[in-house]
């Protein structure tokens, strides 16, 4: 071989290449699975937010709190610009509950999984909401149906899962870190592959940048698009935070004076 060659091939084997390095594991099912399940975050964390809130007929962004005890509690909150209380949402792992502040009224949701449903079209526990809240994938024991390369993300692999009510759910995960940058519910279908359904979605969250919280990895940006209830919600975090200790926050009883509504038959009633 020519020295020049000889020369040019060492030189070209040095460059390192452009883009990030994905892993070959997109074979692999169990390897995808198990990166992308893999619990990251900290037991309780507490997170700040700026949040804007698309409704039906109006739009406001407001301050917000979130403290998450895992599996199962948590407690978050909206407040106005002034830091007064606005509205609260909470659930002890098995009572899912909400306040208006403005309205004084009590939205009584006794049961977290039906409430949940409304909202994701399958009874989903709270355990996969804060999943969905922290960026690692819900629906731990959901059966996979098909692992792969997906068609609207170059840079991800996309786990298609069956979820509870024959529920579609579609996670595209980022094998450097194995968090979900993008994730849709889809109402029970026979397409389960991995191309995106031209129908709406239940559900569609996007996550955006990250922030490193002790051994947490934990999204910077959260958008969630609900079409059927005409919704649409952005979070940016402000600052995440771990606890070594949750506070007694996650009961909430209606206070004195307050009018008493079922979360369940109001959520029901925005998707009319």
Not at 69 to 76: Q, S, T, Y
Not at 91 to 114: P, V
Not at 216 to 225: A, G
Request: glycine share 8%; aromatic share 6%; net charge negative.
């Amino acid at each position: 071989m020519k020295p020049l060659y000889l020369a040019l091939i060492l030189l070209l084997g040095c460059v390192k290449p452009s883009g990030p390095i994905v892993p070959a594991i997109v074979g692999d099912p169990d390897v995808v699975v198990a990166l992308a399940r893999r619990q990251n975050t900290a037991d309780t964390l507490q997170g700040r937010f700026s949040v804007k809130i698309e409704m039906q007929d109006r739009s406001f962004t407001v301050p917000a709190a979130i403290l998450m005890d895992h599996p199962d509690r948590f407690r978050f909150e909206l407040y106005t610009p002034l830091g007064t209380p606005l509205g609260t949402l909470t659930s002890d792992g098995t009572a899912l509950h909400a306040w208006s502040q403005r309205d004084r009224t009590f939205y009584e949701g006794n049961t977290a999984t039906a409430v949940l449903k409304e909202i994701t079209g399958g009874e989903v526990s709270v355990h996969d909401f804060l999943a969905i809240i922290t960026g690692t994938m819900p629906l731990i024991d959901a059966e996979i149906l098909h692992v792969g390369r997906t068609v609207f993300d170059e840079e991800g692999v996309v786990i298609v899962m069956l979820g509870p009510d024959d529920i579609r759910v579609r996670a595209v995960i980022d094998p450097r870190l194995g968090v979900v940058k993008r994730l849709r519910v889809d109402p029970p279908s026979k397409l389960a592959g991995y191309e995106t359904p031209t129908t709406s979605p239940i559900i569609e969250v996007l996550y955006e940048g990250i922030v490193r919280e002790g051994r947490s990895v934990l999204p910077q940006r959260i958008t969630f698009d609900l079409p059927r209830l005409g919704w649409k919600i952005r979070m940016d975090n402000k600052r995440w935070r771990a606890l070594n200790q949750a506070p007694d926050a996650f009961t909430m009883t209606p206070p004195s004076g307050a009018t008493i509504k079922d979360l369940v038959e109001a959520i029901e009633a925005m998707g009319d």
